[in-house]
């Protein structure tokens, strides 16, 4: 069972929890500072935002809920949850998210515009709720319509749990009128109801909030006011399923708690009905600018999740720092739980260089271009740091949040310059490249060494890292005769020449366990890849031979034309990983990031935790979808165009039903293959995961051209010729 605190488990609405003093009328509320406040899962189903750039709110939807919104920014999520609580007033409360019958699908191709469908498990009624934000405001709007199938008349309360500006534990609320609200020192959320709330109330999670004062009495206690603390804001809609089947809500975000409430009624006076069409139509308008896909797509559904693909991507921009495109709207496991140590919650909403360069070249082969420059200008002018790297990760404002070297995102962003022909970056070009010469590692190891490769989890010499540092050289040599720079040119291109025929000793071995031929491993500790040097891998795994530990990043080789698709050494490396990190789900092959990855689940299905102790093999890292579409491209660049549309095609079956595409699915480890959990179906990973998407648009194209649209004419020129 996942770790989930109050609000995401049905079974938490139970009897016990209410205090005695809940049967009192108004007044502030009791209970406080309320449950521990905690973030909803991150395997997402939903993710919205207005593709108007005045409208600086994103929505996410998970289970049968909303989950988290985002305001101001996609580095601050600012509300957990918004459900609903169906009861008779006299013999049951039953929350929408826990039904068994839970559909979710986009209303229209061209747009983000989602629409959930709950059925009651024992058919008493149904709820559909559709989600949109206003182009115009700040303001998330959920269309609902309730349905009684018994004839009778129900009661449907709508709860909204706020964890304002990314933390959920000093937060304070109100009633206001028909409305109610909820503050804290940066931000505010409000939210009403048209036709207009019948009672409302405010409380503390888990102690006093709408749905435990439900689960135990169904009714709702109108309390005025809660202090600082986990708040909740419930109110009781006027729609019965009877006589009344519809009601709007509105969660309008704003600075302070009138701007909210404001947002919300300005939208509310705008009505749904308009602000969804103009919602639809700036994301239709978004999808004519940048054409249609691509022939490589054969179906109606690959090509559904190709738009969506386009538009999620598109929508993980944040609205105030263009360029600054966040890894996933979602906290997975525990990066989720708002421990001390992990709150504010960071990690997945923030840039990384190295998925914002997949990110652009995916935007930029279907036809986005403009995103693709922004991502470069946000590189190179707002996170690069002085000495000239790039950050491991940042807020979307650009403030670094972790601060590990990672060679290959300093890297990568000199590629993407190249590649868009951005002569105009020189100069944090060749800050960034001098920083990857002059880089030593901690005992002074001498770049390409990095304090982290591309997993970041281990230091040492790593081949993906090192095909990002050559090519990243080869570019930047690119760049700097553009602008006349010729000693800074021949440096870079003997530094990346030098690196190639070290490569081998460092990365290759011709004595490991797991081919009596050459093969790339997934790293080495001290630059000798024939060396028994051990290490741990992390994540609760095990301690292993570093010969004995492949991963697939030696494609990278390939994909930026450092080595040929059939070199030798290429063609029996792709062997062993098949044989060590590849299995085949009734959706497709995928393959491991590395061997005995522990990134993921435990065996029960319980939520990846760092604090397990080494050896124990508690969690299991699953399997990555994108690694199927890095395979596609290698075969596509070996000429086999028909087993790279196959990669296509599987990679495009892992999406959820609404055509959000996950981090990682579920392997050939238990609890894989049990009721719950199918192989090749997506696990609680980050979802949606920007890179996924990016690598389906990319792979789709290259496919369609029959060739790697994104290998650097220049690298392959200076390695293998032209």
């Known amino acids: 069972m996942r770790k989930l605190i109050f609000g995401a488990l049905a079974g938490l609405l139970v009897t016990g929890l209410l205090p005695a003093t809940a049967a009192a009328q108004g007044g502030a509320a009791p209970g406080a500072p309320g449950a521990h406040p905690s973030w909803l899962p991150a395997n997402k189903t939903g993710f919205g935002t207005a593709r108007d750039r005045g409208s600086n709110v994103w929505f996410t939807l998970q289970g049968g809920q909303m989950s988290e919104v985002y305001y101001p920014d996609l580095s601050t999520p600012s509300v957990r949850s918004l459900n609903f609580v169906v009861t008779d007033g006299r013999s049951f409360a039953v929350t929408d998210y826990a039904a068994k019958s839970q559909q979710v699908r986009r209303t229209d191709d061209d747009s983000l515009t989602y629409e959930q469908t709950i059925t009651d498990d024992q058919h008493r009624w149904r709820l559909r709720k559709t989600y949109v934000t206003d182009p115009a405001a700040t303001t998330v709007l959920v269309d609902v319509d309730f349905q009684s199938l018994t004839g009778r008349p129900y009661q449907l309360y709508a709860v909204a749990d706020p964890d304002l500006t990314n933390d959920g534990s000093d937060d304070s609320a109100a009633r206001s009128g028909d409305a109610v609200t909820a503050q804290d020192a940066s931000n505010a959320a409000a939210l009403t109801a048209r036709p207009a709330f019948v009672k409302t109330s405010v409380g503390y999670a888990g102690a006093s909030d709408g749905n435990t004062q439900l689960a135990k009495t169904f009714k709702l206690a109108p309390y005025d ?14 729609a019965d399923g009877v006589r009344g089947r519809h009601v709007t809500l509105a969660l309008g975000m704003g600075a302070k708690a009138a701007d909210a409430l404001g947002n919300a009624q300005a939208s509310q006076r705008r009505g749904v009905r308009d602000i969804t069409r103009a919602y639809d ?8 600018g940048i054409g249609k896909p691509p022939s490589s797509l054969k179906t109606d559904a690959e090509r559904d999740l190709y738009q969506a693909s386009m538009l999620t991507l598109a929508a993980s921009e944040d609205k105030h ?17 708002n421990d001390p140590e992990w709150s504010p919650s960071g990690t997945y909403h923030l840039v990384w260089p190295r998925d914002l360069y997949q990110i652009a070249t995916g935007l930029a082969a ?18 690069q740091q002085a000495d000239g790297h790039m950050p491991q990760n940042s807020r979307v404002d650009g403030v670094p949040y972790w601060t590990s070297i990672q060679l290959d995102e300093t890297a990568f962003p000199i590629v993407l310059a190249q590649q868009l022909g951005r002569t105009d970056l020189w100069p944090g070009v060749r800050k960034a490249a001098d920083f990857i010469l002059g880089y030593r590692g901690p005992n002074g190891q001498p770049s390409p060494y990095t304090q982290q490769e591309r997993w970041e989890e281990q230091d040492g010499w790593s081949p993906s890292t090192i095909a990002s540092v050559i090519a990243g050289l080869v570019c930047a040599a690119d760049l700097a005769q553009h602008n006349g720079a010729w000693a800074d040119a021949a440096r870079y291109l003997a530094a990346a020449d030098k690196m190639k025929a070290d490569l081998p000793k460092q990365t290759i071995t011709t004595n490991g366990p797991l081919s009596k031929d050459p093969y790339f491993v997934r790293l080495t500790k001290d630059a000798d890849a024939n060396a028994g040097t051990t290490y741990n891998l992390g994540n609760s795994s095990v301690t292993m031979d570093q010969r004995a530990v492949t991963d697939a990043g030696f494609l990278d080789l390939v994909r930026l034309g ?8 290429i063609l029996n490396s792709v062997r062993v990983t098949d044989s060590d990190i590849a299995f085949t789900t009734p959706t497709g092959q995928f393959w491991h990031r590395y061997t005995k990855d522990g990134y993921g689940e435990q065996a029960d299905g319980s939520p990846w935790d760092y604090t397990f102790p080494a050896e124990s093999r508690t969690t299991f890292g699953r399997l990555w979808p994108l690694l199927a579409g890095e395979r596609g491209e290698y075969e596509l660049a070996l000429g086999d165009r028909s087993s790279a549309a196959r990669r296509l095609r599987d990679l495009g079956r892992v999406s959820s ?20 959990f199918p192989a090749g179906t997506p696990n609680t990973s980050a979802t949606p995961l920007a890179w996924t998407h990016a690598q389906y648009v990319r792979l789709a194209w290259d496919v369609r051209a029959g060739s790697v649209l994104e290998m650097p004419r220049v690298v392959r020129c200076h390695f293998l010729g032209c």
Do not use: C
């Open 225 to 238: 006011s809660a202090a600082k603390g986990n708040v909740v804001l419930t109110g009781q809609t006027a």
């Open 281 to 288: 139509r700036g994301w239709a308008q978004y999808l004519r």
């Open 321 to 337: 720092h263009p360029g600054a495109f966040i890894a996933s709207p979602s906290m997975p496991w525990r990066f989720g739980n």
């Open 366 to 383: 279907g036809g986005d271009k403009s995103a693709a420059n922004r991502a470069v200008t946000y590189m190179f002018g707002t996170q």
């Open 562 to 569: 450092i080595y040929r698709a059939d070199d030798p050494v």
């Open 657 to 676: 039903s609404a055509e959000t595409m996950p981090e990682q699915v579920w392997d050939e480890n238990p609890p894989s293959g049990q009721t719950g």
